[in-house]
Nanobody, 118 residues
Framework: QVQLVESGGGLVQPGGSLRLSCAAS????????MAWYRQAPGKQRELVAI???????NYKDSVKGRFTISRDNAKNAVYLQMNTLKSEDTAVYYC????????????WGQGTQVTVSS
């Protein structure tokens, strides 16, 4: 069983920055991609950013230019640097690792709360 451990969430004021980390452990030899999702109260979970093992990235339009996803393949870790944070970014953030194929090979972190408020 793969386990993902998240860290880095917290309270930050608008315009501030935060860096999320997610480290994977378990019997996975390689990852197809890693991603960050978020879910705010009353809203559906949405994809924020994704990165392949080869480094190809994609972002939700509203975070482009503000968020950066990166990975360390040797450490099986994925990071999300969040700058110029807005109140709309407030949500529980979840990391996901896909080991290939369909969603049966998806592994999720427990989530970390990000609150952007003055």
């Amino acid at each position: 069983q793969v386990q993902l451990v998240e860290s880095g969430g917290g309270l930050v004021q608008p315009g501030g920055s935060l860096r999320l980390s997610c480290a994977a452990s378990g019997s996975i030899f390689s990852f197809n991609y890693m991603a960050w999702y978020r879910q705010a109260p009353g809203k559906q979970r949405e994809l924020v950013a994704i990165i392949t093992r080869g480094g190809v990235t994609n972002y939700k339009d509203s975070v482009k230019g503000r968020f950066t996803i990166s990975r360390d393949n040797a450490k099986n870790a994925v990071y999300l640097q969040m700058n110029t944070l807005k109140s709309e970014d407030t949500a529980v953030y979840y990391c996901k690792v896909n080991a290939g194929g369909d969603s049966r090979n998806d592994y999720w972190g427990q989530g970390t709360q990000v609150t952007v408020s003055s």
